[in-house]
């Protein structure tokens, strides 16, 4: 069972980000092209287009990802729970979420889909996450981005607790998570 | 941030706001490594918070190896907090909320000793030697936390 001492800071919300969240800066690592006015199309990383970018000054402009393009928002319109977003993200809703930043004319379709795609595909996640007990889960979340893991993650662990619960087993004491994963650790620092 | 600010304006003042995206670029690869650095940092002390209340008060040293001096303050002044707060509460003897964190079904359980831990003293008096694989019947609230530590296991029939 997951330690719940231990809780890490959770991505920000929407187009904010949170500071100390590691997944937000993980998501920013992630590279676009973009053109200078000489012409130039360079990849960068997301926090440094943020960084330079400005709406009056024309620093820099961006190149949407495809994902986000019109092309594959029609695929999305069609049918987003087909979808692999693990392998068009990994973090799908986040990066998007972000490229709202550069004042795209695109900007309200763009929200839009991604609004739109989180909803159908939730109702699946989450039906799945309760339904699926002590079995490997791997298929299921093969094709989820970061978000949706994170979500079927904490429906598995809702699972979990009321099942033990049901067994009459919340009573039983366990050796916590962390002691563990910290034990295992210090065997591969010996032998390393 | 004021010091970038500082930089731009000269920048502007001297002609050379061709500079201004320079600027910015060094500005924002500063505040990457600041804002890296920190969220590593918070999250390490995250990890060291929930050590309190899954292992205990008292670390042990492998762990206490890997915190440098100003992590092991901020544990001491965790534990401090901690420890007023729960005086404060449940009366004149205050209550540990960091116990019975399970709800408990029976004063008593039946443990085995996962690795030898030496002699074991409760309430009576009486010495129990935790040897590897021995089989107890003790109370559960001295057991709780050596549970939690991996030294002894809870045995459910």
Redesign the interface.
């Known amino acids: 069972m997951d330690?719940q001492?231990?809780?890490?800071?959770p991505p920000g919300i929407g187009m904010e980000e949170n500071?100390?969240?590691?997944d937000d800066?993980l998501l920013e690592k992630s590279s676009e092209t973009r053109d200078i006015p000489e012409g130039t199309k360079m990849e960068m990383p997301l926090?440094?287009a943020?960084?330079?970018y400005e709406r009056k000054r024309r620093?820099l402009s961006m190149e949407l990802p495809k994902v986000y393009r019109e092309g594959w928002r029609t695929v999305f319109g069609a049918d987003p729970i087909v979808v692999d977003l693990h392998k068009m993200g990994p973090y799908y809703y986040g990066l998007g979420s972000q490229m709202l930043h550069f004042d795209s004319p695109e900007n309200p379709e763009i929200a839009n889909t991604i609004l739109q795609t989180f909803i159908c595909r939730f109702r699946r996640t989450m039906d799945s996450s309760q339904n699926a007990y002590n079995e490997d889960t791997s298929a299921l979340v093969e094709r989820l981005d970061c978000l949706e893991r994170s979500l079927f993650k904490a429906g598995q662990s809702g699972l979990n607790s009321f099942q033990l619960w049901e067994k009459g087993?919340?009573?039983?004491?366990?050796?916590?998570?962390?002691?563990?994963n910290?034990?295992k650790r210090?065997i591969t620092d010996l032998q390393a | 941030i004021s010091f970038c600010l500082h930089n731009m304006n000269e920048a502007k003042t001297e002609g050379k706001s061709e500079l201004i995206?320079s600027i910015?670029?060094r500005?924002?690869?500063l505040?990457?490594n600041q804002?890296?650095i920190?969220?590593y940092l918070?999250?390490r002390l995250?990890?060291i918070?929930?050590?309190?209340?899954?292992?205990g008060s008292v670390l042990p040293t492998?762990?206490r190896f890997h915190m440098c001096a100003e992590e092991m303050e901020w544990f001491n002044q965790y534990k401090k907090s901690l420890a007023t707060y729960m005086r404060s509460i449940g009366g004149e003897e205050g209550l540990d909320i960091t116990q019975d964190m399970?709800?408990?079904?029976s004063l008593y359980?039946q443990v085995r000793c996962l690795k030898d831990h030496g002699e074991f003293e409760i309430d009576d008096g009486t010495v129990i030697l935790l040897k590897k694989n021995s089989q107890h019947f003790l109370p559960?609230w001295k057991?709780?936390q050596l549970?939690?530590?991996?030294v002894l296991?809870?045995v459910?029939s």
Do not use: N
């Not at chain 1, 087993?169 to 366990?174: F, Q």
């Not at chain 2, 918070?49 to 292992?55: G, I, P, S």
């Open positions: 330690s001492s231990y809780k890490p800071v500071m100390f969240s590691l800066i926090w440094l943020k960084g330079l620093v087993r919340s009573s039983h004491l366990t050796a916590s998570s962390l002691v563990i910290y034990r210090k | 995206p910015k670029f500005h924002s690869c505040l990457r804002r890296c920190a969220a918070y999250d995250l990890r918070r929930a050590l309190r209340w899954e292992y492998t762990i399970k709800p408990p079904k359980i559960r057991c709780e549970i939690r530590q991996g296991e809870h459910i």
